[in-house]
């Protein structure tokens, strides 16, 4: 079947056009300071269950996973005969209501709520992509993570002659699309597994992908398991998700985590696991500190008692003399409990969220921009007024956020703002699939020594005291040994090497090379520079 036919009507969805009032752009820190905070790289959910709705299984999965990814959901079903594919930009609740859901029925699914790591966000470039074999199966791909041969893969893709025209606008510009059109490729003399073990040893960076055709549910984790990636049980199927919470949330069991350098193949014969590399786990640490949920857990540990622990250390690697510890809600507030434990300090609730408005498709008037912060945070005047307030965030990327939250805790009444972060100072790029703000924004970039970071930043956000934890202390809070890990924005060391290609990313990799590659001279001249700088 055309993928025209099966896709929602083109006229009817905004795309991205960067002066229009629909751009997605708008959702972006620029436009937005109040929200800097690093971007989530994506979400991806898969399901086989035979008499099951597994459309809206995949719904509430891609829901508990929403804040992955918000400028793109889509969801493709498999009947045994045909892929369905649906999506839009948009939230996930945006995209979809019932009457879509109900027509979307199968008994396999994958789906996927995107935040643009590479490529724009288009309509094209939401996910799941879709491609066709030569014996016509259709193959729907949800891609979590951030390739770095995307240029390899292009030259692949192009020489095996399947870029599409200038004309045809339903195909994407993503390194997801380049894997699925080189899956495709390879399948037509193949199965899809056997294709899929061939082409996965080939790919280089984070990948956790759930794909599927008519009838099989796939799914595969990069081999240095950077981003996380989990099977679960239904009591008649089987669900792979990102993260663990989502198998919670749609009544699955977790069975276990699908290995660094694995594939599953998932249909009526069960569940089939192949070794397409050898695994050496690099897992993600900022996915304990800021991206995944607090009721997940990764590698064992859960990320809630994780941040409780940051904090717990936080307070003793730098103590402070206040009144009151606040968390700011919702990724620092565990690790404010722990800060409270730890010091002896009262623990109070000092800001409520207004979730997800940094995230909306409405273009604020000049007038709605200038409420800054207020946007997104909403101080409770009478806990703050005449305290002096411990604040513990999360990270600090460019210091907007910070600078105005205190700005607003002062003018609400606080007497002292304390500032205490769970995460070392950001300086550094990551090309595996978090979008930071550039080198040259990130605030603790250029600052020298951790000393003058400290004061630098202190300064700049205008805290009367500021502290972050330690990189040992966050590894060790994360209870795995540190040779697992990937912390490349924090130290600058890149567990999978970044070829010089990795310019060929989200366009705004381009600006951040150079300004990296000065960054990482500077501070550690050696190793990184050349992975770093431009041909
Ligand atoms: S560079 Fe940072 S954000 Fe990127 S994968 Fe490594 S730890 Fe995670």
Partial sequence: MELSHLLPARENHPVSDESGPASVRDTRGDDYPVDDSPREECGVFGVWAPGEQVAKLTYFGLYALQHRGQEAAGIAVGDGAQVLVFKDLGLVSQVFDEQTLAAMKGHVAVGHTRYSTTGSTTWENAQPVFRTTAAGSGIAMGHNGNLVNTAELATRVR?????????????????????????????????????????????????????????????????????????????????????????????????????????????????????????????????????????????????????????????????????????VPESGTPAAIGFALASGIPYGQGLVKNAYVGRTFIQPSQT?????????????????????????????????????????????????????????????????????????????????????????????????????????????????????LCSACFDGHYPIPLPTEAAFGKNVLEGMLDSAADAVAREVGGDNVAALSRP
């Fill in 159 to 327: 020489e095996a002659g399947l870029l599409p025209t200038r004309t045809d606008r339903t195909v994407a510009t993503t390194d997801s699309d380049l894997i699925a059109a080189l899956l495709a490729h390879a399948a037509a003399d193949s199965t899809i597994e056997r294709a899929a073990m061939d082409l996965l040893p080939t790919l280089r960076g984070a990948f956790c992908l759930a794909f599927m055709d008519e009838h099989t549910l796939y799914a595969a984790r990069d081999p240095q398991g950077v981003h996380p990636l989990c099977l679960g049980r239904l009591e008649r199927g089987w669900v792979v998700a990102s993260e663990t919470a989502a198998l919670d949330i749609v009544g699955a069991s977790f069975v276990r985590e699908i290995e660094p350098g694995e594939l599953l193949a998932i249909d009526a014969d069960g569940v089939r696991s192949s070794r397409f590399a050898g695994p050496d786990p690099k897992g993600c640490v900022f996915e304990y500190v800021y991206l995944a949920r607090p009721d997940t857990a990764i590698a064992g540990r859960s990320v809630h008692a994780t941040r409780v622990e940051i904090g717990r250390r936080l307070a003793d690697e730098h103590p402070a003399d206040g009144d009151l510890v606040i968390g």
């Fill in 368 to 484: 709605i921009r200038q409420l800054g912060i207020r946007l997104k945070l909403n101080p409770l005047r009478e806990i703050i007024r005449g305290q002096r307030l411990v604040v513990v965030d999360d990270s600090i990327v460019r210091g907007n956020t910070q600078r105005a939250l205190i700005r607003m805790l002062r003018e609400s009444g606080a007497i002292e703002v304390h500032v205490r972060i769970a995460s070392p100072p950001v300086r550094w790029p990551c090309f595996y699939g978090i979008d930071f703000a550039s080198p040259a924004e990130l605030i603790a970039n250029g600052l020298g020594t951790t000393d003058g970071v400290f004061e630098g930043v202190r300064r700049s956000i205008g805290a009367d005291s500021l502290g972050y934890i330690s990189t040992q202390g966050m590894i060790a809070a994360t209870e795995q040994p540190a040779s697992r």
